[in-house]
DNA sequence: GCCAACGTTGGC
DNA sequence: GCCAACGTTGGC
């Protein structure tokens, strides 16, 4: 049987990779994650079929930009070996990969991003990692609840 | 641009 | 194994 559907917040900062990019590209594997918190659940735990918040962040306004999919699970990130890449880890040993990322589809842009703002006054989004003090993870758990909060903000009309 | 919070590194 | 120093993240 399979498991039930997940789902996770990505966070980008738009000058890096924005939700233009991925609407150009269509999907792209996720790489250039170097935290071993993130690493875990990229490896271990993001599965096929996932949801995905796309995140923006380091910009204006920080928002939850769109929705996608995971089309593919975890898988040795490439950048690790590159040399000429900046996210190249000299230590990263191809028989035992430290890093890994995902492959994802651009599902839908929200009709409105919801903002950063919004979510901090959202009594239902509180307990979300993407608001606690300090928090940095670039790669989160989203509830099923809180998904569907995020989703039906990003519909409702203005 | 500032700086608080965090993760990692390295000396001991 | 501790912890100070450092580099990075990311909101403000």
């Known amino acids: 049987m399979a498991a039930s559907k997940r789902y996770w917040l990505f966070k980008t900062e738009p000058d890096t990779y924005s939700v233009d990019d991925l609407a150009r ?3 792209t594997f996720w790489d250039g994650v170097r935290n071993y918190q993130a690493r875990n ?5 993001v599965a096929v079929g996932d949801g995905v918040l796309l995140y923006h962040s380091s ?3 920080m928002a939850v930009v769109a929705l996608c999919e995971v089309v593919e699970a975890g898988s040795p990130d490439p950048t690790q070996f590159d040399a000429g890449d900046p996210h190249y880890d000299a230590g990263a040993d191809p028989a035992a990969p430290r890093w890994y990322g995902v492959r994802i589809a651009l599902g839908e842009r929200l ?3 919801v ?3 919004e979510i901090k006054a959202e ?3 509180a307990d979300m990692t993407l608001v606690q003090r300090g928090s940095r993870l670039s790669i989160q ?4 609840a809180e998904w569907r909060r995020i989703v039906a903000l990003g519909r409702r009309r203005a």
């Open 25 to 27: 590209d269509g999907a």
């Open 59 to 61: 910009t204006k306004p």
């Open 123 to 125: 009594a239902v989004l």
């Open 41 to 45: 659940m990229l490896r271990d735990d």
């Open 115 to 117: 903002t950063l703002a």
């Open 141 to 144: 758990p989203v509830t099923a």
């Open 111 to 113: 009709p409105r991003p």
